[in-house]
């Protein structure tokens, strides 16, 4: 695959690479599996939120710093 970019972009993604000790490829496509495991992780944060949403809803009563602690807690720990 070929991708044209802008020369800076370019100049960055090789000044990157090189400074982790990647190749250029290596170094997108690290970039890529981050960005994939973000979006991810939000998606699952957003759907613990509207769960936890739904069931204060429905009346269970939950103290808000614990819940978002709680909340925190499971999104950094995956």
């Keep these: 695959m070929t991708i044209e970019l802008p020369r800076e972009i370019e100049a960055q993604l090789k000044e990157t690479a090189q400074a982790q000790g990647v190749s250029v ?4 496509e690290n970039l890529v599996a981050e960005t994939n495991l973000r979006r991810a992780q939000v998606s699952e944060f957003k759907a613990a ?10 009346g ?19």
Excluded: C, P
């Design 49 to 58: 939120i509207a769960e936890r949403m739904a069931s204060l809803n429905a």
């Design 25 to 28: 490829g290596q170094y997108v």
């Design 60 to 78: 269970e009563s939950a103290d808000g710093e614990e819940v978002m602690a709680r909340l925190i807690s499971d999104f950094t720990s995956r």
